[in-house]
């Protein structure tokens, strides 16, 4: 789960981590108030959506006066946002946060990110903040540096002194600095974040260490263990479809392709999506009913693929196991009569009582096809699909 950089500011916050004062604004008249309350001679007025790049899509202006601050939030809000991050559809704007600005000397990078190939957390840090991580480690790797921390372990002094004297820091700055990164170690195993990232770590003219942007994601199975983040959640940053899939109990990804599909187990949908783009087609969705999907669920399903006006055709591709195939076959023969499926349909059955579940499919009024193995699956979707077998 994402949060806003606002959130995420407040909980760094928590954590003893320094960031500018400023306030949360839904309108132009809000984020002027906001700044007439802050003690500061210029201003950024930021737009709050849960994607990076908002510098260079016209989402960060760094503003004067008062009057300055409530004609960029006029220009922010409701602008459809468009980053490297958000894809060409772009997110829309309907909050700003207001702070100070501050006086930057140099930018860091540091972050605490959850290493899975590990099994620890990595501490990160680089002397080239402000930009994507992503780009420094392409173009100057040497100029990151990394220590991992064992689970349940805290953050060592030594370890935070190496990265940040690697980063050029000396005196007083290294003490607030190791405060900072043992801070976002704790919250990540206090919060179960899988990402505390800190971009940029400023050095301001006097010295001191200011968070200016903040990241934070926290693993989503962890979320029933602390509610007071689930109650951070922004349905409006999430696409509709998931939401309603979400709300459904149905694990659902909206992708950008043609075929919509509907597997039982995310590892076979994972398969099924990469026999899908070698059959030459594209997925439109990744939606795992689980293995104790009932008619209902298989019929909501349905409704939430369909609802994606990209979908050309649907494949179904169900191993039965603890969801027996007969069972699943009556569950897609009601809601397909229930939904009215008006796009090609390939299902393929494998499994605990697949004889029996092909014969209801074949035994029904409906028209689809039933495909042998997931390679003639894919192939017969991808030709009404837009692909090549």
């Known amino acids: 789960m994402n949060v806003h950089e606002y959130q995420a500011k407040s909980i760094l916050a928590q954590y003893g981590v320094p960031t500018p004062a400023g306030g949360l604004a839904l309108t132009p008249i809000e984020a002027r108030q906001v700044a007439q309350g802050l003690d500061a001679d210029r201003f950024v007025v930021k737009a709050q959506v849960h994607a990076g790049g908002r510098g260079k899509g016209g989402g960060i202006r760094v503003v004067n006066t008062v ?3 409530q004609a960029a939030a006029k220009e922010i809000l409701w602008m459809n946002l468009v980053t490297h991050q958000t894809g ?3 997110k829309l704007v309907r909050k700003v946060w207001v702070e100070g600005a ?3 000397a140099r930018e860091l990078y540091v972050a605490v990110v959850l290493d899975r190939g590990a099994e620890r957390l990595a501490v990160i840090a680089s002397p080239y903040g402000g930009m994507d991580i992503e780009e420094v480690a392409a173009k100057n790797p040497e100029a990151i540096f990394t220590t991992w921390v064992e689970p349940g372990q805290p953050l060592w002094p030594f370890q935070a002194r190496r990265l940040l004297f690697s980063c050029g820091l000396q005196g007083r700055q290294v003490t607030i600095g190791t405060a900072i990164l043992k801070g976002l170690v704790q919250l990540a195993w206090e919060k179960e974040a899988t990402l505390a990232e800190i971009n940029p770590l400023a050095v301001t003219g006097g010295g001191e260490l200011v968070a200016l942007d903040a990241k934070i994601n926290f ?4 979320l029933k263990r602390h509610p007071e983040i689930a109650d951070l959640a922004d349905p409006e940053e999430t696409d509709p479809l998931e939401r309603e899939a979400t709300a459904q109990g149905l694990n ?5 392709g043609t075929v919509g599909t509907m597997v039982n187990g995310a590892g076979l949908a994972m398969a099924t999506m990469d026999v899908i783009k070698m059959a030459g087609a594209e997925p439109a969705n990744f939606l795992d009913v689980g293995g104790g999907a009932s008619e209902e669920m298989v019929a909501t399903g349905f409704e939430v693929i369909l609802s994606d006006p990209n979908v050309e055709a649907i494949l179904i591709n169900i191993f039965g196991g603890i969801l027996r195939c007969d069972t699943l076959a009556a569950g897609v023969v009601g809601a397909a009569r229930k939904v009215g499926i008006e796009v090609p349909l390939v299902v393929r059955l494998e499994g605990t009582n697949v004889e029996e579940g092909r014969k209801i499919l ?3 009024d409906l028209s689809f096809e039933v495909a042998g193995s997931i390679s003639e699956a894919a192939a017969k ?5 837009g692909g090549a077998s």
């Open 381 to 385: 979707i991808a030709l009404v699909a």
């Open 362 to 364: 074949a035994e029904s």
């Open 219 to 222: 693993d989503d199975s962890a």
């Open 252 to 256: 659902y990804i909206r992708l950008d």
């Open 88 to 90: 060409p559809e772009g």
């Open 67 to 69: 009057d300055e601050v």
């Open 102 to 104: 501050t006086d930057i």
